[in-house]
């Protein structure tokens, strides 16, 4: 195949994985609205090929330009999509009852690639060359995997206070009774008056398990994130000759950077465990969107390879 | 403080007594050092940070803080006052990160001293292991003494420091996380002071050089220079450079493709150290100080003679400043002895091409590549008013008027007359190369910390810090009831799990579980779970 077909085949396969993604969350939707099986093995099904097509897309991509396929924002959008949904299916292998909560990792997953397809695509073309090192290899690739797990850390901080609240409402007003039997009783009584009036956000798993979930992704996430601006600053020491220079795509990465550090010191700080650390978190996520979309396009500086 | 499993056991009752000064301030020491007020700190960096990428900084692009200035006239003094045009030179941010070093120095020290204590001490007792929330019980039909040494294999293997109160066999692990916590802290800390040496003691400019020329590493010679405050004048490495060749290169779409200078290295005496091709992303070292290729530009030489042929202007380099969008370059050329004065505005075009052959039915267009160079010469006529500072790249029009009607281009090797009878010859074509030169000695100082850093997260995350007691009581029939009970500090949810699994392997040690045994599984008495 020629540069021009392989860049139209990856363009159909990276339409094909939003597609496939879009099918596969509304399928786990459906399995978390009405608890039926049936629809989440579907949409693990949906979401294995869309990944297959979604890999195809990067890799034709990458021959079509003969490079690294993760040079702009378009191509990074595809690749936050291979993460995404490969530490999903990963994860999905070792906890199985997580299948229901797919439907909030694939969300952002698909808006993401949507957004870059339909607004920072760019034909394929060769690096400016300024962005022409093996440096673009590692620690563009750290931030997009550091970026996206930390994104989904705080996607499960958001359904950490979505169901904490739901948790709150539906606490009975007396303290449990002390004695164990008593207090089986009652939980059994809690379960059910929960199952009565519950939302579906009930459904979600508890409020300490999310909340723990959010620290783990986190803590995986943090040290990605710290290597990917080291190895941005080891390679802004080559070609530019300063390690760090408050361009304002490092300003944002560093303010990420502290935020989410300010997240994990609040999870080990009293009065702030719990609700605030997870604002935190949000805060976090809100940093990176915008380090993402809003520096690369609208504030000017070094990093300008957005570009459209 | 994450050191101390338990709190310390309540001090004997103290009569009261009012709180002085002393108490006061050692409470806001106290507070000072806490990990709130890392966190609140941490929180406030970040904001402040944001102000720096709102506004322009001087530092990174003074061409916008000055256009910045154009647009709010009003607005802009009142922000340079408040430092925000250099958000992190300003004695506001630098106030928000002395006071997070302070607090993290604070922390440090008792962090520090509180895990040598418990390093130095030995794992202490469980006392009741009924009260435990992580538990697990079996009884087995080995002896207590052969349940222990099982117990005791089974701890040591999973890296357990061990020690044995009468009949109590006590393990703990995890320090790592702690330790690891504290290199993590301490690189920051070191990164931090690295990060600061080497801004103060040393420098960075730009500096421009033509094809052919040899360029002496002085003041002088920098377009730009940004010395660090403890940076002197005599610390200049004594060094030239010459530029042998420079050349570029675009792909078939016309975007950049490489852009490389030949440059060679001599001492004061012209004696060669180094030669090197210098492009992004590969720069060369010459005496401690980095070379970069930042830029590059085209040197059209001109020549200018009067109506008698006459030289007005023997061949001159004119540096033009080059448009990286269109790749046409703009200079000035001024002929201060012709009377009356003469200024020519130059535009450069590497390959200009007219209305067929331009995409989008454009009236001319530029071919990046240098395939056919043209100069198209504007004439103006009057008073150049060179007495007045101004650009070298632009003539000042106010009192000048044009000289023609139409422009002059020329091919390189081309003369042509203007109105006035006077030539302008193009008579040779260079290119110019801009490089930035950078000193800093803080590097070594800020690599080792950033890998050290690295080193110190990860188990400083991952480690989880265990206690765990074992008990074997002999169960009345020649076997022994086995307890076990645990703390954890990290990983509570999993840490159920791992005790099971730690009994699983004690009663297999310790010959297996004893049949018909109402316990045949660690009971786990968890209550609440907490993470
Ligand atoms: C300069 C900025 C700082 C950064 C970027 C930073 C970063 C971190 C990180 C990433 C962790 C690991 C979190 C975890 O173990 O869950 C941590 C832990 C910790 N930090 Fe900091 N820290 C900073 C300043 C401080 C200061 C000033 C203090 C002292 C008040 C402090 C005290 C601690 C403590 C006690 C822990 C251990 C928490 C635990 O293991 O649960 N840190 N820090």
Known sequence: ?308 | MAVELRPPAARPDRPPRRPGLGDTLRQAWREYRSMRTALVLLVVLAAASILGSLFPQEGLSPQRVDQYFADHPALAPVLERLGLFDVFGSAWYMAIYLALLGALVACLVPRTRALVRVLGSRPPRGGDLARYRTQATFTTPAAPEDAMGAARRVLRRGRYRLAEHDGELAGEKGFLREAASLLFHVSLLVLLVGLAYGKGYGYRGQAAIVEGETWANARVGYDSFSPGRFFGAGDLAPFQLRLDDFSNSFYPNNTPREFASQLTALDLDGRELQAQRVAPNRPMTVEGVRIFQSDYGYVPVVRVTDAKGKELLAPQEVLTLRDPATEWSTGAVKVTNAKPQVGLELTMFTGLATAPDCPGGAPFCNDPRLIRPVLVVLAYQGDLQADRAQSVFTLDRSRLRPLGDRPVLLAPGQSRKLANGMTVSFTDLKQYSVLTLARDPGVPMVAVAAGLLLLGLVPSLYVTRRRVWVRAVPDGAGGARVELAGLALQGKPAFEAELARLAEQVARGSGGLKPGSPEDRGTLDAPERST
């Open chain 1, 1 to 308: 195949m020629s540069p021009a077909d392989l860049a139209t085949t990856s363009d159909t396969l990276a339409w094909l994985a939003v597609v496939s993604y879009v099918v596969a969350a509304t399928l786990f939707g459906f399995e978390f609205a009405y608890r039926t099986r049936w629809f989440g093995v579907a949409g693990v099904t949906v979401t294995v090929a869309g990944l297959a097509a979604n890999v195809g897309a990067a890799v034709t991509r990458g021959l079509a330009v003969q490079r690294v396929p993760w040079g702009n924002m378009y191509e990074f959008s595809i690749i936050v999509g291979i993460i995404t949904v490969t530490g999903f299916l990963v994860w999905l292998s070792r906890r199985p009852e997580i299948r229901p909560l797919g439907v909030f990792v694939l969300l952002p997953a698909v808006c993401a690639m949507a957004l870059g397809g339909l607004v920072f695509r760019v034909p394929a073309g060769p690096l400016v060359p300024a962005l022409n090192s093996r440096w673009i290899v590692i620690h563009v690739a750290a931030a997009i995997t550091g970026s996206s797990v930390l994104c989904l850390a705080s996607v499960f901080s958001i359904l950490y206070l979505v169901k904490e609240r739901v948790e709150r409402r539906q606490r009975p007003p007396a303290p449990p009774l002390v004695a164990g039997a008593a207090r089986t009783a009652d939980r059994v009584e809690v379960d059910q008056a929960v199952a009565r009036h519950a939302s579906v956000w009930s459904r979600l798993p508890s409020a300490d398990t999310l909340d723990h979930l959010a620290y783990r992704t986190t803590a995986f996430g943090f040290p990605i994130w710290t290597f990917a601006i080291i190895a941005g600053a080891i390679w802004a020491q080559a070609a530019w000759g300063r390690y760090w220079g408050w361009d304002p795509k490092e300003t944002w990465s560093f303010i990420s950077w502290t935020v989410f550090a300010a997240y994990l010191h609040a999870r080990a700080t009293a009065g702030w465990r719990g609700r605030r650390a997870a604002w935190l978190s949000i805060v976090g996520l809100a940093t990176l969107v915008f380090n993402f979309y809003a520096v690369n396009t609208v504030i000017v500086g070094l990093h300008s390879y957005g570009g459209r």
